[in-house]
């Protein structure tokens, strides 16, 4: 099992540019979460899908975007991205019933 | 909504000593409590948690206690080594089935040999 996947590692953007972050997870879990982690703010949920088919906002949403493209792949997009978002990150996924979260290695974005 | 505040932001202790993070809740609803463990280049990884009904949980040297009355939990790791080195993370969530876990901002803890 490859746990949670994220691509890219790295990416730089220029302010404006949009990009879509991929997460899959091989793990047959119900539930994923998109996070953003900054220095001394800890990470912080953007969105989360509860189950294939849904997802809501979390507690940081502006600017983004997301889509639950089928029970593993959860995708985060900026449309326009802006330098307040640069930042670290971090998919995540859960078993229905099971509070434990497994994340990812972690995306880190750079917007010029 | 659910506020947690962890201190203290950095700990540096020698090896074999002990180390205590603390975190504060603000919703008296929560009732799980998750540690979080981040190691360099890597994504944050489940090392104990404690529900309410628990006020203390143990696993090999990680403890966690839990005082509901004052809103606060802790992680106790004692005989630490090199390789306790990162950023704890603890969170807090009201355990309705789905979680939506709020964290701390995170303690570097640095073990030196």
């Given at each position: ?28 879990h ?6 953003r982690?900054?220095?001394g ?18 507690e940081?949403p ?6 639950r ?5 959860f ?38 | 909504?659910e ?12 090896e ?16 799980y ?11 944050p990884?489940?090392?104990?948690d ?10 090999q ?53």
């Amino acid at each position: 099992n490859a746990g949670v996947t994220q691509t890219p590692k790295f990416q730089v953007l220029k302010t404006g540019q949009s990009m879509t972050l991929q997460c899959a997870q091989d793990m047959n879990h119900n539930s994923m979460y998109w996070y953003r982690q900054d220095p001394g703010m800890g990470l912080r949920l953007i969105y989360y899908s509860a189950s294939e088919g849904t997802t809501d906002k979390g507690e940081v949403p502006n600017g983004y975007n997301v889509s639950r493209l089928n029970k593993r792949e959860f995708s985060l997009r900026l449309e326009s991205a802006a330098p307040s978002q640069t930042s670290v990150y971090f998919c995540a996924s859960s078993k229905a019933g099971v509070n434990e979260q497994f994340f990812g290695p972690g995306t880190r974005l750079t917007v010029l | 909504g659910e506020n947690v505040e962890q201190h203290p932001s950095t700990l540096s202790v020698q090896e074999g000593d002990s180390a205590v993070i603390k975190c504060t809740y603000s919703d008296s609803a929560s009732n799980y409590f998750p540690w979080y463990k981040q190691e360099l280049g890597k994504g944050p990884q489940l090392i104990i948690d404690i529900r309410s009904n628990v006020g203390e949980k143990k696993d090999q040297r990680i403890a966690v206690t839990l005082n509901k009355t004052a809103k606060h939990f802790s992680l106790h790791i004692t005989e630490t080594q090199p390789e306790d080195s990162a950023v704890y993370f603890c969170a807090a969530t009201e355990n309705t089935g789905f979680q939506k876990l709020v964290f701390g901002t995170g303690t570097r803890l640095l073990v030196s040999p």
